[in-house]
């Protein structure tokens, strides 16, 4: 199945793009889509327990995903 990975800010930086697109098996979790994204070049940026979101909502690492999701990893907000 395909889904869409959107990664933000540093960690876009760090992949040197902003969006992937992954084929997983079915039955594959939100922790599995994190996994495949360590295994790029440039991904060490990611810590070890990302902010995620499936869909635009915000997601556990082992929640399911489905053909078409997308899903963002999001990297810490700073301000003020």
């Known amino acids: 199945m395909n889904i869409r990975v959107l ?10 793009r902003n969006e992937l697109a992954l084929d997983l ?3 594959s979790v939100v922790g599995d889509v994190v996994r495949r994204v ?3 070049a440039g991904s060490t940026a990611l810590p070890p327990s990302p ?10 690492a082992d ?10 990893i999001i990297p810490p907000v700073a301000g003020g």
């Open 7 to 16: 990664l933000f800010a540093s960690y876009a930086d760090a992949v040197g």
């Open 38 to 40: 360590r295994e790029l």
């Open 25 to 27: 098996q079915e039955g």
């Open 63 to 72: 929640q399911p995903v489905v053909a078409g999701d997308e899903v963002a």
């Open 51 to 60: 902010l995620l979101a499936i869909n635009a909502t915000y997601a556990r």
